[in-house]
């Protein structure tokens, strides 16, 4: 092989280029999102500004020197654009949710009809009537006007996400339709890319061609479909039992991606198809982690996706639109693409049943070209069907497009909130965002059948959202004893649950399933008697506070129980909750505990009592009662103190009554001064005739061994009734 080093020179022109590009685009990015627009409109002005259109009319020395018109200084250039285009399109495969597509039903079918139908014929005919000037050097007529339809029946999902997102309208009834759409669009659009891709590459309408393409993307896409999760997912596994660092994750992520869009690019069609179906992969995978959506998001949005937008910029020569007949059929473009997909959405809004302000919605958000447009309208320059003229045409209606879309959305939504029924969702999935410990995500349950799992599977089955699947992790010493787990499945309800079977010892295959993308590890535990310090809740207990790095939650069902049932396989019948009772404070860990009170007194109709307990500085049990409606806790324990109270727990559980009244459940304050805490706690508890307490607690290292701290531990300990722990990980 030869390798052919760049000059010295060339070297200093690329760092140039690429300083100068990024500093601009970034700037201008922050300036045009100042005033409610899409970042890549600064992002493509900034190309635009150092581009023949400006600088190289301005200055046509500096242009010259900084962009000279060599080879190799442009392929440097236009190879950094490039890689950044892939990555964009990465990310847009990992926000891209195909079940969404399906949860919307009939709707997502009609508009995503007539937003692709009615641009894709007006584009086709505008096509065919478009004068020579506009033809590329090495399209014919009937390539460049199939390129024209597919560019103008396009969305731009990363735009219109953070449009709509930026709106607050992207959990919206008619925001999740548009999102869905626009996904529909962005497939859609992005195989007949690749379609035209392959047509292109023979420079007329070759039915052999065409056919050849055709079955190796329709092969590409069904491996994909059929194995490709596989793999990604089995690829994803071994890194996270491996404990693969996020930089390992982040460049597995970059060669799927890659290694996919080479084999598009192999078969004839754009790499970027094959970037965008490696998006989709990881993303859907269950063994992805979070943290390298935001690594890449973060490298693409920083550095090489304004690079390429601002290389984009550079090919637009907006002196070309002086023109006469260029400059008209670049308006011709913007209405022909702008009305087509106007009233193709309103036109399937109408057939799904939308109403008109809906549609015209819809409409509008789909307008926007934006990041992908320009995607298209490079993938067409770059093979010849676009010439210098129509490339700009197409970069200036999606840079059009994409600025009308947020003042119209936010003049169409003015005064519109939705029926009650979206209201209600959307209250719903603003709270899930704000938990700490209630949202979707993946649970853990280690059982062996027992009823401690039981009641830790009821308490999960009440409290957490259906949304949050659940695997169960079955242990026991060898494959024969492997336990039924009927009974702990009829506990979680209606919710997606995997069994996962693990025989040998069950700390190190709870440490080892942990890893494998979970959010939350659930034990069942069943006290017997005082435990040594550090062994609380036996040995799986303490793996997953001390080694799953993860929130914990901590069951112990009630101590009523004869000791000989608690590792029974058999049903249980579970009583229902009648009154929680919560300890309320100020840290993190408490409010987890009051997400989870309040979700269960919800679905169970239960009452919460608020337990607020202040230590006085005495040595001794000392405890007054400071305010409460319960007299008959009045004469058990003491006399009315200050009525003032303690300000800082008045307020805390005024906020906890606010919410509790919002949702409809009844609540009771109780205000305690005790020298030791989690004696108070077991005292109202008991008094209260409480059916579950349930508190948040800090897991901290006690020399090697895990320590929720001595209020968690007593109440676990002494409480009768059932109790739940929330143990938040070491910070």
């Avoid at 190879?79 to 891209?96: D, N």
């Avoid at 190796?216 to 596989?230: K, N, S, Y």
């Avoid at 550095?303 to 260029?326: C, I, K, S, W, Y």
């Avoid at 700390?507 to 435990?531: C, H, N």
Wanted: hydrophobic residues 50%; aromatic residues 4%.
């Amino acid at each position: 092989m030869n390798f052919v080093s760049p000059s010295e020179h060339q070297i200093l022109i690329f760092l140039v280029q690429i300083a100068l590009l990024l500093i601009t685009a970034r700037l201008l990015g922050q300036m045009m999102r100042r005033i409610g627009q899409p970042t890549v409109v600064g992002e493509l002005a900034a190309g635009i500004l150092l581009g023949p259109s400006i600088l190289g009319r301005a200055s046509p020395g500096v242009f010259d020197w900084i962009f000279p018109a060599d080879t190799v200084q442009s392929g440097m250039l236009f190879t950094v654009g490039w890689l950044g285009v892939m990555l964009l399109l990465v990310v847009t495969g990992f926000e891209t949710d195909l079940t969404l597509i399906g949860r919307l039903g009939t709707a997502v079918i009609w508009v995503t009809t007539g937003s692709l139908l009615l641009p894709f014929a007006f584009g086709l005919g505008g096509g065919f009537l478009a004068p020579e000037i506009l033809l590329g050097p090495d399209a014919d007529r009937t390539v460049f006007a199939l390129f024209l339809a597919t560019a103008l029946t396009i969305s731009s999902l990363p735009v219109i996400a953070k449009i709509m997102s930026e709106l607050r309208l992207l959990r919206r009834n008619f925001g999740q339709l548009t999102l869905a759409s626009a996904m529909a669009n962005d497939v859609i659009g992005w195989v007949l890319l690749g379609l035209i891709a392959g047509l292109a590459s023979s420079g007329r309408l070759d039915l052999g061609s065409l056919g050849r393409t055709v079955l190796g993307l329709m092969i590409f896409l069904a491996v994909a479909a059929a194995i490709g999760q596989r793999i990604v997912d089995g690829i994803l596994l071994t890194m996270r039992r491996r404990a693969v660092g996020l930089g390992g994750w982040v460049t597995v992520a970059i060669v799927i991606a890659l290694g996919l869009g080479s084999i598009t690019q192999a078969l004839g069609v754009e790499a970027v198809l094959g970037a965008f179906i490696g998006g989709i992969l990881l993303g859907r995978s269950r063994y992805s982690r979070h943290e390298v959506e935001e690594a890449l998001e973060t490298m693409t949005s920083a550095v090489l996706a304004p690079v390429f937008f601002a290389t984009a910029g550079l090919r637009v020569d907006l002196n070309l639109l002086f023109d006469p007949e260029v400059a008209m059929w670049a308006v011709i473009v913007i209405v022909l693409a702008s009305t087509s997909k106007f009233f193709g959405s309103m036109l399937g809004a109408r057939f799904a049943g939308l109403a008109r302000r809906e549609g015209m919605a819809l409409g509008t958000a789909l307008n926007a070209r934006g990041a992908l447009e320009i995607v298209i309208a490079t993938v067409g320059l770059s093979l010849g069907v676009l010439n210098d003229a129509s490339y700009a045409i197409v970069v200036v209606m999606a840079i059009v497009t994409s600025v009308m879309a947020p003042p119209l959305l936010r003049i169409l939504v003015k005064g519109w909130e939705g029926n009650p029924e979206e209201q209600a969702r959307l209250r719903r999935e603003e709270q899930m965002a704000a938990n700490i410990l209630l949202k979707p995500g993946r649970m853990l349950l280690p059982t062996r059948g027992g009823i401690a799992s039981q009641y830790a599977a009821d308490i999960v089955g009440r409290a957490f959202p259906e949304e949050m699947a659940t695997t169960l992790l079955v242990v026991a010493e060898s494959e024969a004893e492997i336990p039924d787990t009927t009974a702990v499945r009829e506990a979680l309800r209606r919710r997606s649950i995997e069994r996962v079977d693990h025989a040998g010892d069950p700390t190190q295959s709870l440490v080892t399933e942990s890893m494998l993308g979970f959010d939350l590890v659930v034990s069942g535990i069943a006290s017997r008697g005082r435990p040594a310090p550090g062994t609380l809740g036996g040995p799986v207990a303490t793996a997953a506070l001390m080694r799953s790095a993860l929130p914990v939650l901590l069951v112990r069902p009630p101590t009523g129980l004869a000791e000989q049932m608690l590792d029974s396989t058999a049903a249980v019948r579970i009583r229902p909750l009648r009154r929680i009772l919560l300890p309320v404070s100020a840290s993190r860990h408490a409010r987890a505990a009051t997400e989870m009170a309040l979700s269960l007194a919800i679905q169970s109709g239960a009452e919460l009592l608020l337990v607020h307990v202040s230590g006085n500085g005495e040595s001794g049990p000392v405890r007054r009662i400071l305010r409460t409606t319960w007299r008959s806790y009045e004469r058990t324990v003491g006399s009315f103190a200050d009525p003032a109270g303690d300000p800082v727990g008045e307020r805390l559980i005024d906020g906890i009554e606010r919410e509790a009244a919002a949702e409809g459940v009844d609540t009771q304050r109780l205000m305690v001064t005790h020298g030791v805490r989690g004696e108070a706690i077991v005292a109202a508890a008991r008094d209260g005739v409480c059916d579950l307490v349930i508190l948040g607690a800090q897991v901290q290292d006690a020399a090697g061994e895990p320590y929720i701290g001595q209020t968690a531990e007593t109440v676990l300990i002494e409480a009768p009734m059932t109790v739940a722990v929330v143990a938040l990980p070491p910070a």
